[in-house]
Nanobody, 116 residues
Framework: VQLVESGGGLVQAGGSLRLSCAAS????????MGWYRQAPGKQRELVAS???????NTADSVKGRFTISRDNAKSTVYLQMNSLKPEDTAVYYC???????????WGQGTQVTVSS
C-alpha cells in the first residue's frame, strides 16, 4: 500500500493550496480517508475525513476554509485549503482506514508553510 501526498509548499496568509493523496495497492473505494497534520512540538491532529459513502467531518479550526473530497476513479483524496493562516503551518499526512480489516495506512507527509 502506498499513499503519496503532493501539493504542499510555501504560501502567504490568505492564500490557497490543494493537497492530493494518490493511493495504490488497496481497494480505495472501501476505505475511509483522512487528512491529519502535525505542527512542531504538537500532537498529530485530524483535519478532515471522508467516509466511503462521501460523508465528511472537518475540524472546527478549519471549518469553512478547508474542504475534503475524493475521486474513487482516480484513487485520490484531496484537501482544498483556502484562507490559510500561519497556524495552519504543519506537515500534512494522508490516512486510509478500514476498521473491519484493522487497516490504518499513512503517507509520508507534505509540508505546508504559511507565512504572515
Amino acid at each position: 500500500v502506498q499513499l503519496v501526498e503532493s501539493g504542499g509548499g510555501l504560501v502567504q496568509a490568505g492564500g490557497s493550496l490543494r493537497l492530493s493523496c494518490a493511493a495504490s495497492g488497496l481497494t480505495f473505494s472501501i476505505y475511509s480517508m483522512g487528512w491529519y497534520r502535525q505542527a512542531p512540538g504538537k500532537q498529530r491532529e485530524l483535519v478532515a475525513s471522508i467516509s466511503r459513502d462521501g460523508s465528511t467531518n472537518t475540524a472546527d479550526s478549519v471549518k469553512g476554509r478547508f474542504t475534503i473530497s475524493r475521486d474513487n476513479a482516480k484513487s485520490t483524496v484531496y484537501l482544498q485549503m483556502n484562507s490559510l493562516k500561519p497556524e495552519d503551518t504543519a506537515v500534512y499526512y494522508c490516512n486510509a482506514q478500514h476498521a473491519p480489516y484493522a487497516h490504518d495506512f499513512w503517507g509520508q507527509g507534505t509540508q505546508v508553510t504559511v507565512s504572515s
